[in-house]
């Protein structure tokens, strides 16, 4: 079984590109499948995004953009793209210092997809994004909640909801938007799939046979996983506000307006 969360604690330059770049990698996060690995998670970030797809924008910037997998779903006009590494065909380049020789004030749209917890100085990466909105411009972001070690190269920070909220009043755009993302027992059966391989016990104690029912039950095919946890748990999927009950979440989504 196949289902490897970690990742190196470097990558270089070239393989991070690759990666990135990488046409299944990217299919995974448009357009997730029951056979995925992360289907769980990556279909709820695409529910949260979907809510934008029929919105029209001018200027659109794909702010650690990578393969820029979520291109296909956002109608802009212009659609512009940076990274620290050369994804191909980019417009800018993130500096050392977090910044890009883009003007104040010249889009209306920052997405951040998944790009948060590797930033090394997150208030100068949201500053960034606030400097380079028009007034009344949109910051669309995902990010992680509770998840693995995944460096690319490196991996910084986990987010709260409150946390979340707090960065990006901090430096100065109003929250219209925030969500809890794969939460409650549909995080918990995600997070306990990859480690059923790793319980053991002595095969004659109850946990051992137990343990050893488990990993040759149906549970293990992820496909028949997945789309049970979708009819079981699919009010765990996105919640917005403060509704009880689910206080574990793999990833938020936020909506910053610059005022």
């Known amino acids: 079984m196949d289902y490897k969360m970690s990742e190196s604690v470097f990558i270089s330059p070239n393989i991070l590109s690759e990666k990135l770049s990488n046409a299944e990698y990217n299919r995974e996060r448009f357009a997730p499948e029951f056979k995925d690995n992360f289907y769980v998670h990556l279909s709820d970030v695409r529910m949260f995004l ?3 797809k029929d919105d029209t924008f001018e200027r659109l910037l794909d702010f650690g953009c990578g393969g820029s997998p979520y291109r296909p779903l956002f ?8 990274d620290h590494v050369d994804c191909g065909n980019l417009d800018y380049m993130i500096t050392a210092e977090g910044k890009i020789e883009m003007p104040d004030n010249s889009c209306d749209v920052v997405l951040s ?3 948060l917890e590797h930033v090394i100085a997150p208030s100068k990466y949201l500053s960034e994004a606030f400097r380079v909105l028009r007034p009344g411009g949109k910051l669309i972001l995902t990010t992680h909640g509770i998840w693995e070690d995944h460096g690319v190269p490196y991996d910084f920070r986990r987010w709260t909801y409150d946390g979340l909220n707090r960065e990006l009043e901090e430096v100065g755009f109003q929250v219209t938007k925030l969500a809890r ?3 409650g027992p549909r995080a918990i059966v995600f997070l306990f799939a990859p480690i059923i391989y ?9 946990s051992g046979w137990a343990f050893r029912l488990l990993r040759h039950s149906r549970f293990v095919d992820s496909e028949s996983r997945h789309k049970w946890m ?22 938020l989504g936020i909506e910053g307006l610059k005022p």
């Open 75 to 82: 109608k802009a006009k212009s659609y512009i793209r940076a």
């Open 198 to 206: 790793q319980l053991t016990d002595p095969i004659l104690s109850i």
């Open 230 to 251: 979708d009819r079981l748990f699919a009010k765990n999927r996105i919640v917005y506000g403060t509704e009880p009950g689910h206080g574990i979440y793999l990833g």
């Open 113 to 115: 997809t998944q790009v």
């Open 181 to 183: 993302l794969t939460t």
């Open 50 to 52: 979907d809510s934008y």
